[in-house]
């Protein structure tokens, strides 16, 4: 009974994967309609319940609505949840835009240097030797995937430094987003350790109780990795 359980579940979730990556990729235009339901389950080799149940997820995300006579079809993007960690995970693995990175860059130019502010101020002993950890971490990788990863933890443990609950519940949204962006940034350096200082700065800033140089050392590390970026783009 449990593995049919399983199996159910596991078709559900390709099912949502299969059409969100369509349609976030750009395989299914805006105003694109979807076959019909019959149609589509017997495309899909899955039943009407696992399909309905998957688009009911679909329309919640906001990437298709259902319309009387027109049925199903896919919405504008300025209607999709874009910080659905489902959307944000298709978006990067359709391979962000140089418009996408933008306004990550952006985001993160608003959040981080704040945040870090925050972390300066409020930081726990527990909290600045989580930091520390990703950090020895980061300068120990041996390959790129590991410093993406100990790039990610530090991160994550600038915000939860903040002793703020929403803010730590923002990480776990872009977490992909942001995972996508240090590898890109950090494929495009000459090295991909390049950008150790800025973060050793911002660790000493927040260990040393120092806000505004924290944010000043945080906002050198966002603009360094555009410009790196940008680069690395031409």
């Known amino acids: 009974m449990a593995s049919r359980k399983?199996?159910?579940k596991n078709l559900h979730a390709q099912v949502?994967?299969?059409i969100g990556e369509s349609i976030v990729g750009g395989v299914l235009q805006p105003g694109d309609a979807l076959l019909g339901e019959a149609q589509l389950a017997t495309q899909m080799a899955?039943?009407?319940t696992v399909l309905r149940e998957?688009?009911?997820?679909?329309a919640a995300k906001g990437l298709i609505e259902t319309r009387q006579k027109t049925g199903m079809r896919v919405r504008d993007p300025r209607y999709w949840n874009h910080l659905d960690p489902d959307v944000l995970a298709w978006r990067c693995a359709a391979m962000p835009t140089e418009d996408f990175v933008e306004k990550l860059v952006e985001m993160r130019g608003i959040i981080e240097p704040a945040a870090v502010m925050a972390a300066a101020r409020r930081r726990t002993p527990e909290q600045l030797e989580a930091i520390a950890v990703a950090l020895e971490a980061m300068e120990d990788a041996p390959d790129l995937e590991a410093w993406a990863e100990a790039d990610l933890r530090f991160h994550e443990a600038v915000l939860m430094a903040t002793s703020n609950e929403l803010l730590g519940s923002l990480f776990a949204v872009i977490e992909t987003a942001l995972a996508t962006f240090f590898v890109m940034s950090a494929k495009t350096a000459r090295h991909f350790k390049y950008s150790l200082p800025h973060h050793r700065a911002v660790y000493e800033a927040i260990r040393r109780r120092r806000p505004n140089e924290a944010a000043t050392a945080m906002r050198a590390m966002i603009?360094?990795?555009?410009?790196?970026?940008?680069k690395g783009r031409r």
């Open 54 to 58: 998957a688009l009911k997820v679909l």
């Open 16 to 18: 949502i994967e299969d």
């Open 223 to 230: 603009v360094d990795s555009r410009s790196n970026m940008r």
């Open 6 to 8: 399983d199996g159910a």
């Open 46 to 48: 899955v039943s009407r």
